[in-house]
């Protein structure tokens, strides 16, 4: 591994923040969406929106993360860390789109175990 991969993968996840800090100050949150998408498949955002919206609800990205976290610490070596890795590309907008009660377990466990040797 070279001494770069680090600040890589930590630049990466600043990144993926601002984006889930994106898609919801201006696709979740933003008021103007609700008057254009108050006729049913006029936009396609809109339908992001509502699926996003179900996923959310059901919290679909938090219990992924957790489960994706929790495989992680049963698999050994690289693949236990590209597991950790998916948790935390999956608990970072679980935290940002209203669902931290589970996503912080979740990031917890990835990050535990992303230092494990």
């Known amino acids: ?5 680090p600040i ?9 923040l601002a984006a889930s800090y ?4 201006g696709l979740m949150e933003d008021a103007r969406w609700v008057g254009l998408c108050a006729v049913p498949g006029a936009l396609w ?3 992001v929106r509502s ?3 179900l996923a959310i609800h059901f919290q679909v990205m938090a219990w ?3 489960g994706l976290a ?3 610490q049963a698999v050994p070596r690289r693949g236990g860390r590209w597991l950790a890795g998916l948790a935390l ?3 970072i907008p679980a935290l940002v789109l209203y669902t931290a009660s589970i996503a912080v377990f979740a990031l917890v466990l990835a990050g535990l175990r992303l230092v494990r040797v």
Not at 1 to 5: I, N, P, Q
Not at 22 to 25: A, P, T
């Open 8 to 16: 890589f993968a930590v630049l990466c996840l600043a990144l993926w």
């Open 45 to 47: 955002q809109c339908e």
């Open 70 to 72: 929790l495989l992680a």
């Open 89 to 91: 590309l999956c608990a």
């Open 64 to 66: 992924a993360a957790l």
């Open 1 to 5: 591994m070279t001494r770069s991969w």
């Open 51 to 53: 699926l996003l919206g």
């Open 22 to 25: 994106g898609v919801r100050y």
